[in-house]
C-alpha cells in the first residue's frame, strides 16, 4: 500500500467516524422522543482504492410487525377506556346500593315515608315528608336522565372533534408521502419525516385502526380494519355534523342525528358489517348511539313502572280513566306512543306537592278529593304503599322476565349499571396493561443508550486510529520532502 492509498483510506475513515458519532448522538438524544426509531450508518468498500470504506447512507430500523401490534393495543385502550368512562359516569348517575341519592335508595325512602305517614295520617309533616319523598323520586330519575342526555350530547360533540382531527391528520400523511420520495431524490435525509408520520399514523390509529401498507418510493397506505380506505394516493375526506344538544327521542334512523360519512358515502358504524372496528371514533358512536340510548331506555321503564303503578284502576277512587296517577307524564297520564324519554319528564302530581302549592293531605283523601275527610283514614296511604310492593309485570325486557315489585326493579337497575361498571373497567384495566407491555417491548427493540455509549467509544478510537495514519503520512511527507 502507497503512501496516497494510505491517505485515502484514513480520510475515509475519518470521515465515517465523523458521521458514525453524529448518528450515535442523535440516537442517544432522541432516545426518549415519540416515534423516533434508531439509525445507524451504512458503509461500504471505497470504490477509489478498494481498501477504504464510504458512506453509503443512514439506515432507520423499526419492526412493522411490532410497530402494528403496539397500535392495536393503542386503539383498543382509547376504545376501552371510552367505553369504560360512558359507564361510570352512567352507575354515579344512578346511583350504587350504598349511595343515600341512589334511585333505590329514594324509592325505598319513598316507600318508608308512605308507612310512616299511614301510622298517623292526621299528621301533616308526615304527609308532607311523603310529598317531598315522592317528588325527590321523581326528580332522582330526571337528574338521571339529563344525565344520560348530556353524555349522549357529548359524545356527539366529540365526535365532530374527532372526524376534524382525522381529515387534517389524513392531510398531513398525504403531503409527507408526497415530500417524502422529492427528498430523498434530492439526497437529502428522510428519517426525520418518517418519524414524523409514523406519529401522525399513530394518532389517526388512536380513532381509526389501520393497517399500513408499503408502497414505492417510501409511500404507504392506509386501511381500516374493517376495509375502509383511509388513504391510498389521496386521503379519505369524512364528513358529519355536530347536533349538539340531543334529545332521547333522536336518532340516526330517523335523521335527527348525523351519521358518518366518507367521500360522500356512508360508514357502516355497527352492526354485522363494521366498516370501522375499535378505536375512540367507534367508541364514541357505541355511547351516542347504543349505550345511552339503552341506558335511557332503562331509566324510562322504572318511570313507567312508577307511573302506571299510580294509574291502576281503583287504586284512587276518585280519579276519573283519563286522569294521572301520583306520578305523572309531564302532568299528564302515561302515553305509551311517547315512552321515550319519559324518565325526563316524570313529576309527582302538583296536587299533592306542598311546595309547589298543592296540599299533602291528598295523599290521606285522594288525590282527587275536595275536603280532607277524616284525619285518621289511612286506607289510601296503605292502598299507596301496598301497590309499590305489589309485584307486576316488567315493562322492559332489560330487566329480565316475569313480574318484579318496584324495589326489586330499582334494584335491578342499579345492578345492571355497576355489572356493566366494572366490566368495562376490567377491561379498560385489560387493555392498558397490554398497551404498556408492548410499549415496554417497543422500546426494549429501539435505542440503546449503553449501547449507543459503546459505539460512539468504537468510533472514537476509530477515529483516534484514522487520525493517527494522516499524522504518519505527514511525517513521511515531510521526511522525504527534506531529503
Known sequence: MNMSTALNNALGGLSAASRGAAVVSGNIANALTPGYSRRSLELATS?????????VGIARHQDPVLIANRRETDSDFAAANTLSQFHSDYEKLVGT??????????????????????????????LDQAARAGRDLSSVLKTASEG??????????????QVDALNQTLTDIEKLNARIPAIRN????????????????????????????????????LYADGGLILLEGNAARFTFTTTGDTMPHMTVANG???GLEVNGRPVRVSGDFMQIKGGALMAQFA?????????????????????????TAGLDPSA?????????DDGNRFDATRETGLASLISLHVVVDPDAGGDSWKLRAALGALTPGAPGDASQLHAFGVILSDARPIPSASFGTGSMRAAEITEALLSKAGTNAHAADQRSI????????????????????????????????TYAANARVVTVVDELMDTLLRL
Request: net charge negative.
Open 430 to 461: 385489560f387493555a392498558a396493561n397490554a398497551q404498556l407491555e408492548m410499549q415496554k417491548i417497543v422500546a426494549e427493540q429501539g435505542v440503546d443508550s449503553d449501547a449507543e455509549l459503546q459505539r460512539l467509544m468504537q468510533i472514537e478510537q
Open 47 to 55: 470504490p477509489i482504492s478498494g481498501n477504504g470504506v464510504r458512506v
Open 186 to 221: 434530492s439526497g437529502g435525509d428522510i428519517g426525520a419525516l418518517l418519524d414524523q408520520r409514523q406519529i401522525l399514523i399513530d394518532q389517526v390509529n388512536e380513532l381509526v385502526p389501520v393497517n399500513v401498507v408499503a408502497r414505492d418510493n417510501d409511500q404507504v397506505s
Open 148 to 161: 344520560v342526555r348530556r353524555m349522549r350530547s357529548d359524545a356527539d360533540r366529540m365526535i365532530g372533534r
Open 97 to 126: 346500593a350504598d349511595d343515600a341519592t341512589s334511585i333505590a335508595t329514594r324509592l325505598a325512602r319513598f316507600e318508608s315515608s308512605l308507612i310512616t305517614a299511614a301510622s298517623l295520617p292526621g299528621s301533616a309533616q308526615r
Open 320 to 328: 276519573a280513566a283519563t286522569d294521572p296517577g301520583l306520578f305523572t
Open 287 to 311: 355511547v351516542r348511539d347504543e349505550l345511552a340510548v339503552e341506558a335511557q331506555a332503562d331509566l324510562d321503564a322504572v318511570a313507567r313502572d312508577l307511573i302506571e303503578r299510580f294509574e
Open 256 to 258: 335527527l342525528l348525523s
